[in-house]
């Protein structure tokens, strides 16, 4: 019986990503996916190895076409920019006008892009072009809605690094269970700020057992980001 | 001094870690020192800090993130061109500002294979400039060749659209000064025009 191998082309390389195929063209590589795999059981798979790759593996692989690195980067990145277009005050339908728009714009600049570890300001950027331009397109006044949106030169760096401390911490209290993400969102980024017995009352929990679980989830939470960085 | 048994309100920590010269900074501190527990919830502010400068975060609904899987994959990803850039002969021509409070100008490049130009209308109040313009080649087999124009901006490609020698194109957006318009020819060259404004 013959040994039970990969096939000769495209060839399968070792990768974190689960079974892409590396098919080379030319001087560079594409990554494709196998005919025969479980589309859903295998993005799981993906999901879960996902920190692996930095902001600039997975642009390097969208560019050769690997979809599951695309999937990858717009899940890192989808609530910074819903947020964001939210931000500057348009309604719902107008944020989800956008959140097509920005994404389909990243996809048709990923060649020009020269600076993937800067991704979170290309995406805040495009979000605030496009918000305007949403805005106006439907004739409304927003208030907060100006032209400086256009100007990725009116963007704060400290807007920027907020954000993308936020979508960091947030990607990583998704990989905690509910009851840890909850707790830790409560004490540390409502911006209300509850008051414990609020924290009780929405969490179930006694207040006197507030603090070690804070500890625990607190830990835990620290060495997913550790293990990210 | 605050006994170790009575902690200070988390309000006061959150105070400190944003400004840790705040009037109570000495009192919390030497609180922190013997409190264990205080230490783990300073821990966890410092963490969050610059992620609670966020004035909105909101999520995105999941029909929304699975609308953009399906669109974009409707498109093979964006593949780098093998784009020559085509050096500008003779000088450039550009027009000075026309068709007076408008603020309507024009820019025109002649090149060896051909030519391009186009008007620039800014927009009337707030709202999308229009790019108007046509591109001759001199090349008569491209005669019928679908020409690609891109418009970008930096690293942002904010929208393309394709024309013919001879024919008029009209590209709309929200810009900003210094944006780019490239005509990609099949040879593989690109014809680049800035911005008349960014110049």
Not at chain 1, 55 to 72: M, N, V
Not at chain 1, 132 to 153: C, E, F, M
Request: charged fraction near 30%; proline fraction near 8%; include cysteine.
């Amino acid at each position: 019986m013959a040994p039970d191998r990969d096939p000769p082309w495209p060839r399968r390389v070792p990768d974190p990503l689960g079974h892409s195929w590396a098919v080379p063209v030319g001087s560079s590589t594409i990554f494709v996916r196998p005919p025969d795999s479980d589309r859903e059981e295998r993005f799981a798979r993906i999901l879960a190895a996902a920190d692996r790759f930095s902001d600039a593996d997975l642009l390097g692989r969208c560019g050769a076409g690997d979809e599951d690195a695309w999937r990858l980067l717009v899940r890192r990145y989808q609530n910074l920019v819903y947020s964001t277009a939210r931000e500057v005050g348009l309604d719902g339908d107008e944020a989800a006008d956008v959140f097509q728009e920005v994404w389909l714009e990243l996809q048709r600049s990923i060649p020009r892009i020269r600076h993937p570890e800067a991704i979170p300001r290309w995406l805040i950027v495009a979000t605030r072009r496009l918000s305007y331009k949403v805005a106006t397109r439907r004739r409304r006044l927003v208030p907060g809605i100006s032209r400086d949106l256009v100007d990725p030169g009116t963007l704060p760096d400290a807007e920027i690094e907020a954000k993308t401390a936020r979508a960091r911490i947030e990607a990583a209290l998704s990989r905690l269970d509910g009851k840890c993400a909850r707790l830790l969102r409560l004490l540390f980024l409502d911006p209300a700020n509850p008051a414990y017995e609020e924290i009780s009352r929405r969490t179930g929990l006694a207040i006197g057992s507030i603090g070690p679980i804070r500890s625990r989830c607190l830990n835990r939470l620290r060495k997913i980001l550790e293990e990210n960085s | 001094m605050t006994p170790a048994h009575r902690h200070p309100a988390p309000d006061a920590w959150r105070r400190w870690v944003e400004d840790p010269s705040a009037p109570e900074a000495a009192e919390l501190e030497a609180h922190l020192a013997r409190c264990e527990s205080c230490r783990a919830l300073v821990d966890g502010l410092r963490l969050a800090a610059p992620a609670r400068r966020v004035a909105h975060w909101e999520e995105a609904p999941e029909d929304l993130v699975r609308a953009v899987f399906a669109r974009t994959a409707e498109r093979a990803p964006a593949r780098p061109a093998r784009t020559r850039p085509v050096p500008y002969e003779p000088l450039d021509i550009r027009g000075a500002a026309i068709a007076g409070d408008t603020g309507t100008r024009i820019a025109s490049r002649s090149l060896e294979g051909g030519e391009i130009g186009v008007f620039v209308t800014p927009p009337a109040a707030e709202g999308t400039w229009k790019i108007r313009g046509k591109v001759w080649l001199r090349d008569e087999a491209l005669a019928d060749t679908e020409l690609r124009l891109v418009l970008a901006q930096g690293e942002h490609v904010l929208a393309s659209t394709t024309t013919r020698s001879g024919q008029d194109f009209v590209l709309e957006e929200v810009l900003a000064p210094g944006w780019q318009l490239e005509l990609h020819l099949p040879t593989g060259d690109v014809w680049t025009l800035e911005d008349p404004e960014g110049e």
